[in-house]
């Protein structure tokens, strides 16, 4: 570092000559023009040609600021200092001017060259600011501070962090003090460079006295931010406090922007409060757009609402669909229904036309809070918009519905929705059902499923299947044999889930041959058994001592099914006889844990027995 101003030295000389060579074509040139006219008009002429080509040949050559300068005199007074100039001037016209006003309306030499200087550098020339380096040596300029920075500068638009050390050495020898810009200029320059770099110029600082200023910190925390040093760049925020800086707006959006996208939209949150704590700045929404999404993500509620308020409500600005959609899942998580309706809101305000996946949340939200009726209520919405609800659209419903007095409250507000005169949705009904086989209440499942009719609503084919399942769980093949039949009655299509829940039915019988019949028939129907009927299938060959758990097993494979290994051991266990009968026996039954069920009387299979869907047979009200 010791040499680098003679190196630098050295390498402004070498310009220096060929920008002496250059002009000496130049004063040529000059001269063949003049001899061309002796008239005023050519020679202005010649003048404006002569510039025209200073700017072509050699671009680092400073143009020139005076009007009507004698073409002969052009060249020699462009350089000269201002006390020289205005001397010069005054022996070519004969008289005497105000050289306080002169001095003042024009700018000193060394200014014009720290100006395209300072050009150069904002344009990336660093050849050209060399250029001029050496022309102020040419000229016995002596620079200053401002010199030093436009040139550094220029080195740091290539990354030539090199060469920036080379001129603040330069700098230093020459007696310049560094000023804060010379090390914001180096920080610039440094910035391809690893972080070991930067603590170098920070120690420089240190060393010198130096104190860092708005423009230091930015340059800190946007490079610390741009190779993920989150904590570091937070560090330095706060250490502008200790040095009485105030942050500007683009350090905060530098800094409050990665803190969002990295997944910390509380942090973010708080920098924002801090920063407007700090300035006289208010930030604007594109400071708490990333907040928002953020806050979404993370399901953040406290900071969806107030990110939300500043956007919506203060800058009257409209997310779109993706961010509106995110709002409305974070209220449905937290239980906002207000929330989720004024995203709706501003859905509609998009121009974007509701779709069922937009009120499924809001189902959620009102049934978080427990305002049930409002939950059923908005399927009504629904289907006044044209939107056909799925049985999934109010599964939150189904979610809440954890106790049977929760069902009879359920049951009641839909006894208030028919004295209101209205019709409650069918899918309210099948949530019901559900609910009650979610508890293990087939009773009052079948009690339910009686009911339809009463609301003018049928059983399809969601409400067929949970009391199927429920058959399955209380091991009751004749139920489930007329609810089969039911089924047909209706003309309600079997689909998939249906074969797979008879012939589980069907295998909890000790006469398990009609499971193998309903198998031919889901296959014949179109439908792929799945893993768990072959499982259970070869489970039950295997209990049995059946010799057609190998067919069961083969075909399993032939459906592109693994076997898992606890049904390998089971099998190997059944093919060794190692274990006796009971002993297998028990392996299988700890395989299969079975759901607790309230036992079922006989009143639910007198009423299917007895009228079916169009029966008139009624259960006690005690079981309803």
């Known amino acids: 570092m010791k040499h680098r101003g003679t190196w630098l030295a050295t390498i402004f000389t070498h310009i220096y000559y060929a920008a002496k060579s250059l002009s000496a074509d130049l004063q040529i040139s000059t001269s063949l023009s003049m001899l061309a006219s002796s008239s005023r008009i050519s020679l202005k002429r010649a003048h404006k040609v002569l510039f025209a080509s200073r700017k072509t040949l050699q671009p680092g050559t400073l143009s020139n600021h005076w009007q009507r300068r004698h073409a002969s005199t052009a060249l020699q007074e462009e350089f000269l200092p201002s006390s020289q100039l205005i001397a010069s001037r005054q022996r070519i016209h004969g008289f005497s001017g105000d050289t306080d006003a002169q001095q003042a309306s024009t700018c000193t030499t060394k200014a014009r060259f720290n100006m395209h200087l300072m050009e150069a550098a904002e344009h990336g020339r660093y050849t050209e600011a060399l250029d001029i380096a050496a022309q102020m040596k040419t000229y016995k300029i002596q620079p200053d501070v401002t010199t030093y920075v436009a040139l550094i500068n220029a080195a740091a638009y290539h990354r030539m962090w090199l060469d920036a050390w080379a001129i603040l050495d330069d700098m230093i020898a020459v007696g310049l003090h560094p000023n804060t810009a010379v ?60 040095y009485k800086v105030v942050p500007d707006v683009f350090t905060a959006m530098a800094l409050i922007g990665y803190v969002a996208h990295a997944g910390y939209p509380r942090l973010a949150l708080d920098l924002i409060a801090d920063f407007e704590a700090h300035s006289l700045r208010r930030l604007d929404h594109s400071f708490f757009m990333p907040c928002l999404i953020a806050s979404a993500e993370a399901l953040y509620l406290d900071g969806v609402i107030t990110c939300w308020k500043q956007i919506v409500h203060v800058f009257n600005m409209h997310p779109g669909e993706g961010v509106c959609l995110a709002v409305i899942d974070t209220a449905a998580r937290n239980g906002h229904p207000d929330l989720a309706t004024d995203a709706l809101r501003v859905l509609r305000t998009l121009g974007i036309e509701w779709k069922e996946h937009h009120f499924a949340p809001l189902i959620e939200a009102f049934c978080r809070q427990m305002q049930l009726k409002e939950a059923i209520r908005v399927l009504d919405i629904m289907r006044g918009e044209g939107i056909e609800p799925i049985f999934e659209t109010a599964s939150a419903l189904l979610e809440v519905l954890t106790s049977t007095e929760l069902i009879d409250s359920v049951w009641e507000i839909t006894d208030e929705i028919l004295k209101e005169g209205k019709k409650v949705d069918n899918i309210v009904l099948q949530i019901l059902i559900s609910a009650s086989m979610k508890l293990g209440d087939l009773q009052r499942a079948i009690g339910a499923y009686k009911s339809l009719a009463e609301y003018g609503a049928t059983a399809d084919i969601t409400v067929f299947n949970s009391l199927l399942q429920g058959c399955v769980a209380a091991s009751h093949r004749d139920l489930g044999n007329l609810l089969l039949d039911d089924m047909k009655a209706a003309q309600v299509k079997p689909d998939k889930d249906t074969y797979e829940t008879f012939i589980l039915l069907c295998l909890t019988q000790d006469d398990y041959e009609d499971a193998f019949f309903y198998l031919e028939e889901m296959k014949s129907a179109g439908f792929h058994p799945g893993y768990n009927v072959y499982s259970k299938i070869t489970r039950k060959c295997l209990l049995a001592d059946d010799f057609r758990y190998k067919i069961a097993l083969k075909e399993m494979e032939e459906m592109g099914h693994e076997p898992r290994l606890d049904l390998k051991k089971l099998v190997r266990r059944k ?23 309230t036992t079922i009387d006989g009143a639910a299979l007198r009423f299917i027995e007895t009228g079916g869907i169009e029966g008139d047979a009624q259960l006690p009200k005690e079981h309803i």
């Not at 120690?203 to 800190?220: S, W, Y």
């Open 183 to 242: 090390f914001n200029a180096l920080i610039k320059a440094q910035n391809a460079c690893t972080s070991d770099y930067l603590w170098q110029v920070l120690k420089k600082m240190d060393e010198l006295q130096i104190a860092p200023d708005t423009t230091t910190f930015r340059l800190i925390i946007v490079r610390l931010t741009s190779t993920h040093q989150m904590e570091l760049a937070i560090q330095f925020y706060h250490t502008m406090k200790t």
């Open 575 to 597: 093919e060794e006889n190692k274990d006796p009968s009971d002993k297998l026996v028990q392996a299988i039954a700890d395989t299969q844990p079975q759901e607790p069920l």
